[in-house]
């Protein structure tokens, strides 16, 4: 019997390597937990809250505090620096690489202090570790001063108040540039991605782990999912659902990465958006809103889109093998090319008409549309008798017509490597201009490498044996032209016996002298 652990406080609990299959976790405090491994095929998370524990929180925010006051302090030592060395014209190579590492941390460090609510107390205190940096090269100089006399000193104190100047507008616009990149990363904004996932995956660090989990099937509709670890997890049809802060979680190269595929999965509204050739394997689409959707060459194997709205959704050469289209709608959609077999599921599927080309004949508005006349639509459930239809038979061009002997030989190796295939098998031999399409029924459940092999066997022998009979021609007709020389040559002996046979007689004419 699954286990329940609805609403119960499972905080910093091991569930490391469980099988946990269909327990029940809705509503329960998992932040800190390890499932690391584990077994959790239908397991649900709904309404459930990972993340950090309060002690990592406070842990991982006083550690930022801290980067941001050495970054601070940096910033404002590098400024001052900097000042100096403007004013007398040496500035080194160090002096650049410390600013660019100083921008980075900050950048980090805002990435988190902003996501806690926190962006006031991020920039006061770099913008004070700032300060306090340049306040430490001034009393410096102010040392020299006093130390060297009055010349040196007035020149060290000049230099300080010039640094001291200069420190404050270089750690301003530094902090202001680590600000900029924090926000961007927050954005979304793909150059500054790998900020983004360097802070993310310091702020996981303590949060709850699914990592090589296995969630096939699992719920987490409405689950709070910050700094949570998905990385190697099999999410296979998972549900995220109305799920808040998936963005702060560790996805690794999941669907979950793509920016547009999470927010698909979380809100279901995928209305006249462009998937065109998106890794959609595995989504738990259910009840999505994909009207007008472009998924064109998408790959939707194994993904689950039961009661979805395919309303005119482009599906021109999408994979759809093993994909649940159960009780989808979709009327007006194009399947041009689309890519589906037995483990597809049609069932219940509501359509009044769909389409077989993307884009209409040249010069016409056809587009294939199926009923053929505008006025008709398909009865419940004449979608699913077409396809299924369809999903159980092979359909073989002939080019150039039908060789008989060719495809005796054809159909012959067929039924032998196929017992189930009969001359009944036969569902329709039909002329396409010059060439000729053959139709041939496969039973229920056939999958498709067995559609490849028929398809490949039949041209295997058809094409071998066209080849034969081209064959046997061209030496048909070499034989009789050498029957034909033969010929020729007996009767130009004929008439040389002839000749041969008859009395000579030689004439000798004498010229007049």
Request: hydrophobic fraction near 45%; aromatic fraction near 8%.
């Amino acid at each position: 019997m699954p286990k329940d652990f609805s609403r119960k406080n499972l905080r910093g609990r091991n569930f490391k390597g469980q099988n946990l299959t269909g327990a029940n976790f809705s509503q329960a405090d998992i932040r800190g937990a390890n499932f690391t491994n584990a077994i959790l095929r239908e397991a649900n998370f709904t309404g459930a809250q990972a993340g950090l524990q309060h002690r990592w929180r406070i842990f991982l925010l006083t550690i930022s505090l801290f980067l941001s006051v050495i970054s601070g302090f940096m910033s404002g030592f590098a400024s001052s620096w900097i000042a100096v060395f403007l004013i007398l014209n040496i500035i080194k190579q160090y002096t650049i690489i410390s600013a660019v590492l100083m921008l980075i941390v900050l950048a980090i460090f805002f990435i988190d202090t902003i996501r806690q609510g926190l962006r006031a107390v991020a920039v006061a205190v770099a913008v004070a570790g700032a300060v306090a940096g340049a306040a430490t090269i001034v009393a410096v100089m102010a040392g020299v001063a006093a130390a060297t006399g009055a010349v040196a000193g007035a020149a060290a104190a000049g230099a300080g108040a010039i640094a001291w100047a200069g420190t404050a507008a270089i750690a301003g616009a530094v902090t202001g540039l680590a600000l900029y990149l924090a926000e961007r990363a927050l954005a979304g904004e793909e150059k500054y991605a790998w900020i983004h996932t360097t802070a993310i995956a310091i702020a996981t660090i303590g949060g709850t782990s699914f990592r090589n989990a296995d969630l096939t099937d699992a719920n987490f509709t409405h689950a709070i999912l910050k700094s949570t670890d998905f990385r190697t997890a099999n999410l296979t049809r998972t549900s995220f659902r109305n799920t808040t802060k998936l963005d702060r979680a560790r996805v690794g190269n999941s669907i979950l990465a793509d920016t547009r595929i999470r927010e698909l999965l979380i809100t279901g509204n995928g209305y006249k958006k462009s998937y065109v050739g998106a890794n959609l394997q595995g989504a738990n689409l259910t009840g999505a809103n994909l009207s007008y959707a472009n998924l064109k060459q998408a790959n939707l194997k194994g993904a689950t889109l039961h009661q979805a709205s395919l309303k005119s959704a482009n599906l021109t050469e999408t994979q759809a093998l093993a994909t649940d289209f159960t009780a989808a709608f979709f009327t007006g959609a194009c399947l041009e090319a689309w890519n589906i077999d037995a483990s597809t599921k049609i069932d219940r599927v509501d359509c009044g008409f769909i389409y077989l080309l993307e884009y209409p004949k040249p010069g016409t508005d056809d587009r294939e549309r199926r009923p053929h006349h505008i006025s008709k639509c398909f009865e419940p459930g004449d979608f699913e008798k077409l396809y299924k239809r369809i999903m159980t038979t092979v359909q073989i061009l002939l080019k150039d017509g039908l060789n008989p002997k060719a495809f005796i030989a054809a159909f012959q190796k067929l039924m032998q490597e196929f017992p189930d295939m009969t001359p009944k098998s036969i569902q329709g031999i039909e002329k396409k201009e010059n060439d000729v399409l053959l139709t041939l029924k496969v039973p229920e459940g056939t999958d498709k490498d067995t559609f490849e092999q028929i398809e490949k066997i039949w041209d295997e022998v058809y094409q071998a044996r066209l080849e034969a009979q081209r064959q046997a021609e061209q030496l048909k007709y070499k034989d009789e032209e050498i029957a034909f020389y033969r010929q020729e040559i007996d009767y130009m002996k004929e008439i040389v016996d002839i000749l041969a046979q008859q009395p000579q007689s030689i004439n000798i004419i004498q010229e007049d002298k």
